[in-house]
C-alpha cells in the first residue's frame, strides 16, 4: 500500500523530533524549551504574547514555560519604562550559549535533510510545503 501524504507527513514529523530530542539530551532541554530560547534569541526583547503565537501554546502555558527558563537561567524579562504590564524578554548568557547549540542543531537537521536533495527539488518542495500551508492555515 503506497503512503499517503498525512502518513508521510507524520512520519517525517516523528523522525525530526527524534533526531532533534536525542540532540537536545546533551543541552538538558526540551523542545518547546529549544524552540522557545531560539526564538528569543532570534527577537531579543519580543514579549510573552508574541511567543505564545509562535509556539502555537496558551499564554498561561508559556508563562509557566518561561519561569523555568528565568529559574535555570537562560532568560531575563524586563520591563520597559514606557509600559509597565509588559515584560521584554531577553536571553542571559546561558541562553545564549544555549540558543546557538539549538541552532546548530537545527542546521545538522537541515542539512541532513537536504544532502541528498537537489537544489531544484527543494525549491519544489518549498513551494509545496508553502501551498499545504497556505491551505491549511484556512481550515
Known sequence: MEDS?????????MRQQEFIKGRLKTIKLGIT????IHFIGL???????????????????????????EQ??????K??????RQKNLYLTKKGVEDAQKVQEIFYDL????GENISL?????????????DTTLGTV
Open 5 to 13: 501524504f498525512l502518513e508521510k507527513f507524520y512520519y517525517i514529523n
Open 33 to 36: 524549551q529549544a524552540r522557545t
Open 43 to 69: 527577537n531579543p526583547g519580543t514579549i510573552q504574547k508574541d511567543l505564545a503565537n509562535y509556539l502555537g501554546m496558551q499564554h498561561a502555558s508559556v508563562t509557566n514555560l518561561l519561569k523555568n527558563l
Open 72 to 77: 535555570n537561567g537562560y532568560i531575563t524579562r
Open 79 to 84: 520591563i520597559p519604562e514606557d509600559n509597565e
Open 110 to 113: 537541515e542539512g541532513k535533510i
Open 120 to 132: 531544484t527539488e527543494k525549491n519544489q518542495l518549498m513551494e509545496t510545503l508553502k501551498k499545504v
